[in-house]
């Protein structure tokens, strides 16, 4: 099947520190095609997070880093490196789950509603639709509809995971960053969103940092391995599992290193 591309990354070299004598991600190409799962995997250090942290310019939040190369998203064209946007904008197109759920010390309701209140939607209504919506998205609205104003943090780990996803999704993200989203869970809950991440794909595309290579292969479509800031192979995940290209990918993938 022909996919679409979603986002496309151009020859993006990134550093931390300005003065740092290589780079942490090296001229980094790489395709998003959209309604589907790519899978970043690679060794403890090589730059998955960083990559990942450059789809919604969180760098910026830290310091003065330096990017060179684009990110584009399609069909708009839209430049998310560019000096020009916002990062908030970035931020309101895609959306972010990381490893450790993080919901606000607030209600369950008002964790998803918070997106919606930040861009100063204020209908009653329209609100509740979008809530119970991302919530069931989520796969998560049959365990806490009757206690949407109980405080998040009574809900269980990979409760807690869902609803991040549920407020990251509240917000109709173009894209979903997740940045090992099951590594905090155990092996039910993990199930879960994998299954999750499945069904997600057929409204946002979805680019998830993983180290287990299991899941890259159950739950992605196409697999990016990357090695000392470098992208050494992207293909079809049933193509980089099975038969990979570059030795490299396939000293990984066997266990041979990292
Ligand atoms: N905030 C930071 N400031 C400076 N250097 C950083 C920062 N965050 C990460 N690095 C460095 O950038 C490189 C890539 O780190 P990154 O976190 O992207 O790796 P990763 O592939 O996500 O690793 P892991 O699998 O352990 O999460 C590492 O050498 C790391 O030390
Ligand atoms: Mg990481």
């Excluded at 790489?30 to 960083?50: M, R, W, Y």
């Excluded at 809900?155 to 993200?173: D, F, K, M, V």
């Amino acid at each position: 099947m022909v996919k679409n591309i979603k986002a496309e990354v151009k020859n993006l070299t990134f550093s931390y520190d300005k003065a740092a004598p290589r780079p942490v991600l090296n001229s980094v190409s790489l395709p998003v095609f959209e309604n589907s799962v790519t899978a970043l995997i690679g060794p403890s250090g090589c730059g998955k997070s960083t990559l990942l942290r450059c789809f919604n310019r969180m760098h910026d939040l830290y310091g003065a880093v330096k990017y060179e190369g684009k990110i584009i998203l399609q069909p708009s064209g839209f430049d998310i490196l560019s000096n020009e946007v916002d990062p908030l904008e970035v931020r309101m197109k895609v959306g972010m789950v990381f490893q450790k759920p993080n919901p606000f010390p607030k209600s369950i309701y008002e964790n998803v509603a918070y997106g919606l209140r930040i861009r100063g939607i204020k209908k009653k209504s329209y609100i509740d639709d979008k809530v119970e919506d991302s919530l069931k998205k989520a796969g998560l609205w049959r365990e806490v509809n009757d206690r949407l104003k109980a405080s998040a943090s009574a809900l269980s780990g990979g409760q807690q995971q869902r609803l991040c996803i549920a407020r990251a999704l509240a917000t109709e993200p173009e894209l979903l960053l997740l940045d090992e989203p099951t590594s905090a869970l155990d092996p039910i809950s993990t199930a879960h969103i994998e299954e999750l991440v499945g069904e997600l794909k057929k409204a946002v595309t979805i680019l998830m940092v993983t180290h287990n290579l299991h899941q890259a292969g159950r739950a992605s479509d196409f697999t990016a391995f990357m090695y000392l800031g470098d992208l050494i192979e992207f293909g079809e995940s049933s193509q980089v599992f099975t038969n990979p290209k570059e030795e490299k990918t396939e000293n990984y993938i066997t266990g041979r290193f990292g």
